[in-house]
């Protein structure tokens, strides 16, 4: 089976995975100090910024992945940023399974937030990490219908217990760089290999990947 989508971002948004979910760049651009090659790249200071990938490209709340290669510009002491995510449509607050890193009543944290409808509690995950500028990371959220789980290069940080509700069974919209919903939280730094997958990934695939550095040169079908 393949990935829902692949995005190597290597100077642009095409879809990898052979589905043909290309994404378009609004407001970002493309570096080539990215971890494998090029990358997508945030800028500062700008609302509107991200690649967002054309309807029909969501995953199910219930069970899916996200897996993305961080880089940041400078800390984010005053507001999340989003590395990626999905949601159900333009302009919809609320509606979103999301990576961010960023500060949490003071506290500065990569989050995972698989299910903001249902609420902060619905299988939400904060681990208390501080970045390094200029370094790259691993990060993977996943969800199954009873838990969620965060990893940070290769290793399981943070996991919570996940209600699956009847709210919005499958999301139609991928986004890289920030938050479909709110502008506001537009990545700021280096995005680099984003992969949106329909299943759940298990610790092992997730170490996997991250100690073989796939990369780029993932294949289409799963590892």
Request: glycine residues 14%; aromatic residues 16%.
């Amino acid at each position: 089976m393949a990935y829902r989508a692949i995005y190597h971002l290597n100077g642009d948004g095409v879809d990898a995975s052979g589905n043909g979910f290309n994404g378009t760049v609004v407001g970002g651009t493309f570096n080539v100090s990215g971890k494998f090659n090029q990358c997508y790249s945030g800028v500062s200071g700008i609302g509107t910024n991200y690649m967002t990938a054309p309807t029909g490209a969501g995953l199910p709340y219930y069970s899916g992945t996200m897996s993305i290669w961080v880089n940041i510009a400078s800390q984010f002491t005053a507001a999340y940023r989003a590395m990626c995510g999905y949601s159900l449509s333009t302009g919809t607050s609320g509606v979103n399974n999301n990576l961010y890193y960023g500060t949490a009543s003071g506290t500065v944290v990569i989050r995972f937030e698989p299910s903001y409808l249902a609420g902060w509690g619905n299988g939400g995950c904060d681990y208390a990490v501080t970045l390094t500028t200029g370094t790259w990371y691993h990060v993977v959220g996943t969800t199954d219908s009873s838990w969620s789980y965060l990893y940070l290069n290769g290793k399981l940080v943070k996991q919570a217990t996940n209600t699956v509700g009847t709210y919005a069974n499958v999301v139609n919209r991928l986004v890289v760089g920030n938050n479909y919903a709110v502008s506001a939280y537009n990545w700021w730094g280096n995005l680099d290999e984003a992969i949106f997958d329909n299943v759940t990934w298990s610790a092992s695939q997730v170490r996997n990947y991250y100690n073989q550095a796939v990369g780029r040169y993932a294949p289409k079908a799963r590892f």
